[in-house]
């Protein structure tokens, strides 16, 4: 499968910017920087040497395990190295691994007809409240005698474990959500990254000062505004209020949230106009052209914005608003693996499950890859990492708490059918919040009641 | 007539003339500009799309739902044609209302049936109706059945009634009748149907994203989504695979273009 | 499609014929309709009282005890809690009255002209109808060449800096610009083969009385063309409350492209697994169907029965 492509690096490296946003997080881990190669398994964290007798010595000997991936083949690094663990598997547990590669969007909008019909053992997922919903339905496996994990901390065990408090997943990667800029426009400007709102507030009244736009910003895909909401509502409301809200135990039309509207509407001026019509690409791009300051993304944002650019990018967490509050939390969206309870093999399912969540599986990834992503098992190498990935790395660890994303940690018809249209509709009339805090409230009792 | 038909053409001729372009090409120089010429966006769509599988699912899925349909409407409407029940009405009511009905209104219980039919290991490696092709086959089966029943009846109908009076007369049987009398007279609208349900089926992915979930199962409407995501910008790419996609059926209709128009216009008989 | 014309065979001779089956000719008759309408009840219509069942509870989908009877709250909210419901009629309204005023006069049009014959008349009508072979994925797709706010021509043509397809204010329009180019040729189709079967002599006759081409035109073949046009009109109708690839493939049905298909599927397809509420909305589409499949059908039924 491994196509020599000269045109890959190609593509991964001058995305332009009117990409149809679809592919986001299969974008993410496109291009996450540039590292040397040369970095080995350091560490095996598996247990499934065969003398090994806990829990998955046994099932090793299983002959097939089946792997569904949300990445197409030939799609880019990604499924490099979701191929390559599969593939370092197969090798070291003397297993066939089938892979059942399916494009990014499409597995993740027939996600439910996937698992009820008939599923891998393994599938990739997504950790919080979008892996604790089908941990609730019955539909993925409870892999609690996995853990622990060597190498994988609290943080990632807290956010693999469902309501009941078992464990429905392993993390494999993640990216943080940070404000991007470009360090030569910052330095040509003799601008510093703001610690306060009140930095802030200068900075950006700065840049307009020299008709720049202070934020880049793109609505087109509805996930794109979450972003925005996570941070303020994180900042003015703090990491367990906002928790509370996504779980549905606060609700949406409290002071607390119209607040983050109120906020948020003061802050639109200082962010590009007409958003609905632009994906996240082309807002990227407007940040590395120079015509806007800042823009709030994943990590992954490198992937909208040139080559020559990407290695002029920096970032810093989103200021504090209320210094009570703080500003030590952030999301940080996690992908990993589930086993499926209506897998075949359920045994080798854990077995292989047990594995990804390793540093070895994790470099194999990484090696094989021309891009590596930021692993979750802190065993695992970054000698392929580039700065960015190193500073992420740093970010999350200093974070207090972590959020998934909205439509990762809140229930999902809650999250797609209503708050991404309420966000857009409060785009295009800032002015109503009341109306629209009140009509998700509504709808989010009519769904969550 | 001529502008309007430039017109028309444009766009899908605008697709071809960039496909053959390279995206740093028309990215420098803007898409108003002329050259940049290379193949090489067919062979990258063709491998990163991996249209060989997909073409090759869409065909197993098209054929048999074609024929299926074109077989089963036919003897519908050669009992609605030939003889006169009561019910004659009523039946081809359910048959059109069916292919009327918006296919999202259906869809949770169809895949629910589905989900529970068991298959035998060698029709389908999952073990039920899901993921399989025949599950695609027969829903479309289901939905196109309607119409196509409705023009052929209306066909058979104009045919000359003495040849079935004098086929009663030397006895043969109705499905002589069938089979031998009225089908080779009806190939003309058979043609012409066959047309119109390779490209409304072959172009259906409505129900494979919802009733495959095999990457390497989907149909070639589906595999256009491998270019999207990460490689959506690169227009010319996706106008190459958009291309490839459509030429099948392009093929078909320019194959059965004359039956295509005889067939349809007999359809409906001088007044 | 092709229009009901009717045939003029006298029906006693029909009913004649039916006595004289053998068993094993009745047999045949049978499941000569059996088969085929066992399929059709079994995929379609069973399906569609599932829904209208479904459409009455709260169901995630997972396992059938967690069905919960919910009356019509489905219903209530879709009607007053759920914004983009109106929006989405909205859409579909203007949907069904373009595709009236632009593709169908257009292909009336055209086929008209293109039924004389003229000279490339084969060329034309290719030119037309190519679109139609597409899907309307497809269509997508190669309007996104036009449509693309930094590399579309059009943006690039007139210098303008729109975006096609994101802005909410203008993506209906230029869903529906995409729509009529496919669409044009499909009813063009139609009315051809409706106008094939406008007996030649009607026309030569209005000729003879010196009839101009319009006026031959309105007085003698669109009066003929009366169950064309009742069928056309239905198929119009449907097709723009069925309207759903095209949305579904520029930003799935949101942010200006809300259609009803479109929201059905958002709380069907993907993680949202609302079916009580999606099925509700699935009813409201089939029956606001069923009263234009009832209409077709009584066209039909009163050009058979003649």
């Known amino acids: 499968m491994a196509r020599p492509d000269p045109r890959e690096s190609r593509f991964s490296s001058t995305l332009p910017a009117s990409v149809n946003g679809f592919g986001r997080r299969s974008l993410l881990r496109g291009a996450l920087g540039v590292g040397a190669l040369g970095a080995t398994g350091m560490l095996s964290a598996c247990g499934d040497d065969s003398t090994s007798g806990s829990g998955s010595g046994a099932s090793a000997k299983a002959g097939n395990v089946k792997f569904g991936i949300n990445e197409a083949k030939g799609s880019g690094p990604a499924n490099e190295r979701l191929q390559a663990m599969a593939d370092a598997y197969a090798k070291k547990a003397g297993v066939t691994v089938s892979v059942n590669a399916v494009d990014h969007n499409t597995f993740q909008e027939s996600i439910t007809t996937y698992l009820q019909g008939s599923p891998d053992d393994v599938f990739t997922w997504f950790a919080g409240y979008r892996m604790a919903q089908f941990a609730e339905g019955g539909q993925i496996a409870d892999i609690s005698d996995v853990w622990p994990l060597d190498g994988i901390g609290d943080a990632f065990k807290k956010a693999s474990t469902a309501a009941d408090g078992k464990q429905y997943f392993v ?253 857009q509709d409060f785009i295009k009339k800032p002015d109503d919040i009341d109306g629209i805090t009140a009509s998700i409230q509504q709808q989010a009792k009519s769904i969550l009641g | 007539m001529a502008v309007l038909a430039v017109i028309w053409l444009f766009p899908l001729l605008w697709a071809l003339y960039n496909s053959f372009r390279e995206y740093s090409y028309t990215q420098t120089n803007g898409y108003l500009s002329f050259g940049g010429w290379t193949l090489d966006n067919y062979t990258e769509a063709w491998n990163r799309g991996n249209f060989g599988l997909h073409l090759k699912n869409s065909l197993l899925i098209t054929i048999p739902a074609v024929a299926l349909t074109l077989f089963l409407s036919s003897l519908v409407a050669f009992v609605l044609a030939r003889f006169s029940y009561r019910f004659n009405l009523t039946l081809l009511g359910v048959f059109l209302a069916a292919n009327l009905l918006p296919p999202q209104a259906l869809l949770i219980p169809v895949f629910r049936m589905f989900k529970e039919i068991p298959l035998p290991a060698f029709m389908s490696e999952t073990g039920t109706m899901l993921n399989s092709f025949w599950a695609l086959i027969l829903v479309n089966t289901a939905f196109q059945l309607g119409f196509c029943t409705f023009v052929l009846s209306n066909y058979m109908k104009t045919l000359p009634h003495e040849i079935y009076e004098s086929a009663e007369l030397d006895g043969a049987s109705v499905w002589r009748q069938y089979w031998q009398l009225t089908m080779p007279l009806v190939r003309p609208a058979l043609a012409a149907l066959a047309t119109l349900q390779v490209t409304w089926i072959y172009n259906e992915f409505f129900w494979a994203t919802v009733l495959i979930s095999r990457g390497d199962k989907y149909p070639v409407t589906s595999a256009l989504n491998n270019l999207r995501g990460q490689f959506f910008s690169d227009t010319n790419l996706v106008a190459a695979g958009s291309i490839i996609v459509a030429l099948p059926v392009l093929v078909v209709f320019f194959a059965l273009q004359k039956q295509f128009v005889s067939g349809l216009t007999l359809g409906s008989t001088k007044g | 499609m092709t229009t009901a014309t009717p045939t003029r065979r006298p029906r006693r001779q029909r009913a004649r014929v039916e006595k004289r089956h053998s068993g094993r000719d009745r047999l045949v008759i049978g499941l000569m309709i059996g088969v085929p309408t066992l399929l059709v009840v079994w995929l379609v219509w069973l399906p569609a009282i599932g829904s209208v069942l479904l459409s009455f509870t709260k169901w995630n989908g997972f396992k059938f005890s967690a069905i919960q009877w919910v009356g019509t709250k489905n219903y209530v909210d879709i009607a007053t809690i759920y914004p983009p419901f109106w929006p989405a009629i909205r859409h579909n309204l203007i949907w069904l009255v373009f595709l009236f005023v632009l593709p169908t006069i257009l292909g009336m049009l055209l086929a008209v002209v293109l039924d004389r014959e003229m000279w490339g008349s084969r060329f034309y009508q290719t030119a037309f109808y190519l679109p139609v072979v597409l899907s309307l994925a497809l269509v997508g797709f190669i309007w996104q060449l036009f449509y693309s706010t930094d590399q579309g021509l059009i943006n690039e043509v007139f210098g303008s800096n729109v975006d096609w397809y994101g802005d909410p204010d203008v993506n209906l329009w230029a869903v529906l610009v995409a729509t009529a180019w496919r669409h044009t040729g499909y009813i063009m189709l139609i009315y051809l083969a409706g106008l094939k079967g406008v007996d030649g002599s009607l026309r030569e006759a209005a000729a003879v009385d010196g009839a101009t081409e319009v006026k031959t035109f309105f007085h003698v073949i669109f009066p003929v063309m009366r169950p064309i046009n009742m069928i056309v009109l239905v198929i119009v109708v449907i097709e723009s409350l069925r309207a759903f690839d095209l949305v579904w493939i520029v930003n799935k049905g949101r942010n200006g492209l809300e259609l009803i298909s479109a929201l059905v599927s958002q709380n069907v397809i993907g993680e949202a697994t609302r079916y009580g509420f999606g099925s509700a909305l699935a009813v409201i589409m089939m029956v606001i169907s069923s009263v234009f499949i009832t209409i077709y059908l009584r066209i039909v039924f009163r050009e058979e029965r003649r």
């Open chain 1, 171 to 423: 993390p494999v990667s993640y990216y943080p959500w940070a404000v991007f800029h470009r360090k030569s426009v910052f330095e040509k400007n003799g601008w510093t990254q703001p610690k306060t709102m009140d930095d802030l507030t200068a900075l950006m009244k700065e840049m307009q000062g020299k008709k720049m736009t202070p934020f880049a910003f793109a609505a087109k895909d509805a996930w794109a505004p979450m972003g925005t909401f996570d941070i303020l509502n994180m900042r003015l409301n703090g990491y367990d209020f906002h928790m509370a809200l996504t779980k549905g135990e606060k609700a949406w039309d409290s002071p607390e949230v119209k607040n983050v509207f109120a906020t948020w509407k003061t802050l639109l001026p200082y962010h590009q106009e007409n958003s609905l019509g632009r994906t996240w690409q082309e807002a990227a791009t407007s940040m590395a052209k120079g015509d806007c300051g800042m823009y709030l993304l994943g990590t992954f944002v490198v992937d909208g914005v040139p080559k020559e650019a990407q290695e002029d990018l920096d970032f810093f967490t989103f200021p504090e608003l209320d210094a009570s509050i703080g500003s030590d939390a952030l999301d940080a969206p996690i992908d990993g693996f589930c086993v499926a309870s209506g897998a075949q093999d359920e045994e080798a399912g854990k077995a292989y499950i047990k594995w990804l969540a390793s540093a070895e599986a994790a470099d194999a990834a990484n090696n094989a890859a021309s891009a590596p992503f930021i692993a979750a098992n802190t065993a695992a190498s970054t000698a392929k990492y580039g700065e960015l990935q190193k500073k992420s790395v740093e970010v999350v660890q200093n974070a207090k708490s972590i959020a998934q994303f909205l439509d990762r940690d809140t229930n999902a018809d809650l999250a797609n059918t209503v708050i991404t249209a309420s966000l």
